[in-house]
C-alpha cells in the first residue's frame, strides 16, 4: 500500500473530510495501474488485491470511517462499491449526492484509510437494489430499452456514467491523480444474459467498451462475468462462490474474482444463510492457489436495505449477507478473524506468489499442491477438494495430511501455519436484549390515525391526484416508483338483470404483484401476495354487493422492490394488470378490466408527511382506542435511544407489514408476520462440500425480520420519534428497542497458533465459564474436558484475560503446565463470559 498520500503527515491523515488538504497531498503522485498475466501491477510492482464490497447507501457516512477500519484491520486492501443511478437520480436531471449518498466521501474515507477502491459503476449493478440501479423515468422513456444497442438507453447510460466520472476526476480520485481507484467497472455480468440480446446485445458490450475507454481515466476498466467475448481492452473477472477454475480471456490478463459470495441475500419469507468461515476461506485460498491475484468478498459488509432500495421483488431490509462485518458493523467471528489470519499470511506470500516459478501437481482424488518458489524461498498450497475424505500425501519424503475441503499453506514447505479447516479465532455469540433505559420505563405509549381507502370518485368532480383510464395500467409507468403504493379504484353497479345478481359474489384479481389490498365498499376484504417463486397471483375473497347501488372496488396495489435480475428485467410488468373479475355463485362472470378505472399514487399519510420528526405535529392522532389488527393505520410513539455503543434495533414482533421512520428517516420496509418456511434448517452445518444458497440454513418458522436496524446517527439523546404505517393489521404493543450486545465468545484453537479473545461495546471480559488445553470434547454450549488436559487451564486464562477487554494467548505447552496428552494436536476450548 505504498500510495502516495501515505507520505502525509499524520495530522494530515486525522483530517478525514478535509477535502482541500487531501487533494492537495494525494494529487502531487500519480499512481500507474497497469497488469500483465500474473496480477495487477502499481507503478510496476506486481500485487495482491485484497478487497471487499461494502455499499455506501446500505450504511450511514457516521459508520463509513468504522467500518473501512475494520476491512484494514481484517486485512483488505481494497474497497470496492458500486454506483447507485436510481438513488442519485431520482427524477431526470435532478440528482441526489447527499447524506449516505455522497459516494464522493466514502471514497476518499476510503482514501483516508490508505486503502485503494474499486469502483463498479455498472450502471446496471443488480446487487438486490431496486430495479437493479436503474432510475424508473428512464424505463417509462418512450421506446427505451434496458442493456441493449437502443440509443435512447444508451444516450442515458452515457450521461450519467459521465457524470461520475467526471465527478471523481474532479476530485482526482483515480490512482492516475494520485487517488485511490485502481480499477473501475463497466457494465456487470452482462455475459450471464447477453445471448439473450442476439446481435444487439454484442454491438452493446462493445459499444460499452468504446465508451468506457473514451472517458480516459487512467486505469483499467473490467467486465465481470464477461467472457473470452470481452471487448479489447477490457479485463474479464470472475463472480461467484468459487473461482479457481476460472481464467481470463488471454494469458496477458491476471486472474481476478470480482464477486467471492461471502454468504447470501434474504427474501422475505427466507431463513437465515450461512456461509461457514472455513468454506469461504478455503474458496480465498484456492483461489490464490491457482494463480489468483485480486479478489473481492461480495459483501464484506452487507448493511441495511433503508428506504425503498431494496430489489425483488420481496428482498427484505436486511442485507447482513453473512458478511464478515455484520449488518451492523461488527465483527462477525470467527470468519472476520478467520479470513484476516489468511489475508495477512497472502500479504506476507505478496512476491513470491506474484513473482514465483509455479509448479502444480495433481495427486488425484481432487488433491492437489501448488509450489511457489522465488529466489530460494517456497510456499506451499496443500489443496484437498474432497468433500468427505482427509487426505495424506507425501511429499520430498514427509507424509502431509490434508482435511476434507481445506488448504494448507506451508512455509518452506515444510511448517504449517494455515488451514482453512482449522478455525482458531473466537466464536462471538450476540444477543438482541431490550436496552437498559427501555427496562426502566413502561411500555411505549402509542397514538393512531387511520388512512382511509380510496374510493372511486367521478372524473367529472376532478378529483386531485387521481387520473383515469379505461384498461388496468401498469404500475410502474403509473407511479415512476415514486411510492410503494398505488390505488386502482373503480365502480359497479348491479341490478337484477345483471348475469352475476346475487349476494355474495366472489372478487377475483389477477395481478403481478407484488401486494394486494382488497376493499369492497370501503370495507377491507382481504390481503394477498406471492407465496411461491413467481410473484403473479391471483387474490379471491367473497365480497357482499350491495343491490341496485353503486357499488366501489378499490385495490392498493405495493410494490415490495423492483426486478433486479436476469435479462429484460425492465420489461417485467408490476401491478393489477388482470383480469379483475367478478364471479356469480352460478358461475357467470363480469370482467372489469376494461371499466373506467382510477388511479392515485401513494398514501394520504405520506403526502401529509406524517412519518416526519415533529413531535409537537400531534393534530388527529389519538391516543385513544388504539386498533390491533387493522390495515392501513398510522401508529407513533416516542422513545428514549439506549445509552452506550451498541448497535440498537426495533424489534417489531407483532406488526404486519409496513414502513417504519425514525425521526423522519426511513429505516425500511417492515415484514415481521411473514414466517420463514418450517423446513429446511439444521442445527449443524458441515463446511465441506460446495456451498449454495440452501446450506446450512437457520431460522426456520420464525419470521424472517424480526429485527430492524436504526443506525444511532438517527438516534439523538431525549425523545426519538417512531412512526409505523402498517398495512396489513398488527399489534404494536409489544414493540420495544433493544441492542445488538455481546453475551460470550467461545473458541477452540489448536497448539501453535496465538488466540484472541475479546468482548466489545466497551465491556470486559467478566468470567471464564471453561478452559482446557488437551483434547477437549463437545461443541459450544457444552464443552467438556477430555481425556487428558493441563490442570492449570482455567487458571491460566483467568489470568490472562478476566477484567480486560481482550486478551491473547500463546496456545502452546509453554503457556500451560503439562498435559499428559501423547502424539495429539491439542487444542485450548474457552468459553468466556462479557
Ligand atoms: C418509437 O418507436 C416507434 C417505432 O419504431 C417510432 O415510430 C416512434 O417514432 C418512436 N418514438 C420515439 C419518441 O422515438
Ligand atoms: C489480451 O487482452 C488484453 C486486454 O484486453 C489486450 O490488450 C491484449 O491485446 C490481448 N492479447 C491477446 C494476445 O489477445
Ligand atoms: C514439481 O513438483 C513435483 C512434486 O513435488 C516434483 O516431483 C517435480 O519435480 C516438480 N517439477 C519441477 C519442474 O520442479
Ligand atoms: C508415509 O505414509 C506411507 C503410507 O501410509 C507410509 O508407508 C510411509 O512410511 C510414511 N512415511 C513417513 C515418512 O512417515
Ligand atoms: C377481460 O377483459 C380484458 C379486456 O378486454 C380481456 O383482455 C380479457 O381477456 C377478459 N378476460 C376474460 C376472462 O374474459
Ligand atoms: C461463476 C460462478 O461460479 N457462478 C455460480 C455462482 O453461484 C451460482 C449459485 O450457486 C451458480 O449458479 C453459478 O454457476
Redesign the pocket.
Known amino acids: 500500500m505504498v500510495m502516495a498520500m501515505l507520505s502525509c503527515s499524520p495530522v494530515m491523515m486525522l483530517l478525514v473530510f478535509s477535502t482541500v488538504l487531501l487533494s492537495f497531498c494525494s494529487s502531487s503522485v500519480g499512481l500507474d495501474v497497469s497488469y500483465d498475466g500474473r496480477a495487477l501491477k502499481l507503478d510496476g510492482e506486481r500485487r495482491l488485491i485484497i478487497a471487499g464490497s461494502i455499499h455506501y447507501p446500505r450504511s450511514t457516512p457516521e459508520m463509513w470511517p468504522s467500518l473501512i477500519k475494520k476491512s484494514k484491520d481484517g486485512g483488505l486492501n481494497a474497497i470496492e462499491t458500486y454506483v447507485f443511478w436510481n438513488a442519485h437520480e431520482p427524477l431526470r436531471r435532478q440528482y441526489d449526492f447527499s447524506g449516505n449518498l455522497d459516494f464522493i466521501r466514502f471514497l476518499k474515507t476510503i482514501q483516508a484509510e490508505g486503502l485503494y477502491a474499486i469502483l463498479r459503476i455498472g450502471p446496471y449493478v443488480c446487487a438486490e437494489w431496486n430495479f437493479g440501479g436503474f432510475p424508473v423515468w428512464l424505463h417509462n422513456m418512450p421506446n427505451v430499452t434496458f442493456r441493449t444497442d437502443n440509443a435512447a438507453f444508451m444516450n442515458e447510460m452515457r450521461i450519467f456514467t459521465t457524470l461520475i466520472v467526471n465527478m471523481v476526476k474532479k476530485e482526482k480520485l483515480f490512482a492516475s491523480q494520485g487517488g485511490p481507484i485502481i480499477l473501475a467497472q463497466i457494465e456487470n455480468e452482462y455475459g450471464n444474459i447477453m445471448s439473450t440480446y442476439g446481435d444487439a446485445g454484442k454491438s452493446y458490450i462493445h459499444w460499452c467498451g468504446n465508451f468506457a475507454e473514451s472517458l480516459d481515466i487512467g486505469v483499467p476498466w473490467v467486465m465481470c462475468?464477461q467472457y473470452s467475448d470481452a471487448p479489447e481492452p477490457i479485463i474479464n473477472t470472475?463472480?461467484?462462490?468459487?473461482?479457481d477454475q476460472?481464467y481470463p480471456k488471454n494469458q496477458s490478463i491476471p486472474k481476478m474474482w470480482t464477486e467471492n459470495?461471502t454468504g447470501w441475500f434474504k427474501d422475505w419469507g427466507g431463513r437465515n444463510p450461512h456461509r461457514t468461515a472455513e468454506d469461504v476461506a478455503f474458496a480465498v485460498a484456492r483461489f490464490y492457489q491457482y494463480g489468483g491475484s485480486l479478489q473481492t468478498y461480495y459483501m464484506y459488509h452487507g448493511g441495511t436495505n433503508f428506504g425503498r432500495y431494496s430489489g425483488g421483488p420481496y428482498i427484505a431490509t436486511t442485507y447482513d449477507y453473512d458478511a464478515p462485518l455484520d449488518e451492523y458493523g461488527n465483527m462477525n467471528q470467527p470468519k472476520w478473524g478467520h479470513l484476516k489470519q489468511l489475508h495477512n499470511l497472502l500479504m506476507y506470500l505478496e512476491k513470491v506468489l506474484t513473482h514465483g516459478e509455479v509448479n502444480n501437481t495433481d495427486y488425484g482424488n481432487m488433491m492437489s499442491s501448488t509450489v511457489y518458489a522465488l529466489n530460494g524461498q517456497r510456499v506451499c498450497f496443500f489443496g484437498n477438494a474432497n468433500d468427505k475424505n482427509d487426505i495424506t500425501i507425501t511429499f520430498e519424503g514427509k507424509n502431509y495430511t490434508t482435511p476434507a475441503w481445506s488448504v494448507s499453506i506451508l512455509l518452506d514447505c515444510l511448517t504449517e501455519v494455515y488451514n482453512t479447516a482449522r478455525v482458531n479465532t473466537q466464536t462471538s455469540i450476540v444477543t438482541k436484549k431490550p436496552s437498559e433505559t427501555d427496562k426502566e420505563s413502561k411500555k411505549l405509549e402509542w397514538s393512531w390515525r387511520a388512512e382511509k381507502p380510496q374510493h372511486f370518485k367521478d372524473p367529472s368532480n376532478n378529483p386531485k391526484g387521481v387520473t383515469y383510464a379505461t384498461q388496468l395500467l401498469e404500475q410502474k409507468a403509473v407511479t415512476d416508483d415514486t411510492s410503494d403504493y398505488l390505488w386502482y379504484m373503480t365502480s359497479v353497479d348491479i341490478d337484477e338483470n345483471d348475469p352475476i345478481w346475487g349476494e355474495e359474489v366472489t372478487l377475483q384479481v389477477h395481478t403481478n404483484g407484488h401486494v394486494v389490498h382488497a376493499f369492497v365498499n370501503g370495507k377491507h376484504t382481504g390481503s394477498e401476495w406471492a407465496k411461491d417463486g413467481d410473484f403473479k397471483f391471483v387474490f379471491e375473497q367473497i365480497a357482499k354487493m350491495k343491490h341496485g347501488k353503486k357499488n366501489t372496488i378499490s385495490l392498493l396495489s405495493v410494490t415490495v422492490g423492483l426486478q433486479n435480475y436476469g435479462a429484460y428485467l425492465d420489461k417485467v410488468d408490476v401491478g393489477i394488470l388482470g383480469p379483475v373479475k367478478l364471479i356469480a355463485p352460478n358461475s357467470q362472470e363480469k370482467n372489469l378490466s376494461t371499466n373506467m378505472w382510477a388511479y392515485k399514487v401513494g398514501l394520504n399519510g405520506m403526502e401529509r408527511r406524517l412519518y416526519e420528526d415533529d413531535m409537537h405535529k400531534h393534530r388527529n392522532w389519538s391516543p385513544n382506542d388504539l386498533p390491533f389488527n387493522r390495515p392501513l393505520i398510522w401508529y407513533k410513539t416516542t422513545f428514549q435511544a439506549p445509552s452506550g455503543e451498541d448497535p440498537v434495533v426495533l424489534d417489531l414482533l407483532g406488526l404486519g407489514k409496513g414502513i417504519a421512520w425514525v425521526n423522519g428517516h426511513n429505516i425500511g420496509r417492515y415484514w415481521p408476520s411473514y414466517v420463514a418456511d418450517e423446513n429446511g434448517c439444521s442445527d449443524t452445518c458441515d463446511y465441506r462440500g460446495a456451498y449454495?444458497?440452501k446450506k446450512c440454513l437457520t431460522n426456520c418458522g420464525k419470521p424472517s425480520q424480526r429485527w430492524y436496524h436504526v443506525p444511532r446517527s438517527f438516534l439523538r439523546v431525549g425523545g426519538n420519534t417512531l412512526v409505523l404505517f402498517e398495512e396489513l393489521g398488527g399489534n404494536p404493543s409489544n414493540v420495544n428497542v433493544q441492542t445488538v450486545t455481546m453475551t460470550k465468545a467461545f473458541a477452540n484453537a489448536y497448539e501453535g497458533s496465538t488466540l484472541e479473545l475479546s468482548c466489545r461495546g466497551g465491556r470486559v471480559i467478566s468470567e471464564i465459564k471453561f478452559a482446557s488445553f488437551g483434547d477437549p470434547k463437545g461443541t459450544y454450549g457444552s464443552l467438556e474436558k477430555g481425556s487428558c488436559e493441563s490442570p492449570n487451564s482455567l487458571s491460566v486464562i483467568e489470568q490472562a484475560c478476566v477484567g480486560k477487554e481482550s486478551c491473547s494467548i500463546d496456545v502452546s505447552e509453554g503457556t500451560f503446565e503439562h498435559s499428559g496428552c501423547e502424539s495429539i494436536q491439542k487444542r485450548l476450548a474457552v468459553e468466556a463470559v462479557c
Open positions: 462475468q470472475c463472480n461467484g462462490f468459487y473461482c476460472f459470495w449454495y444458497d
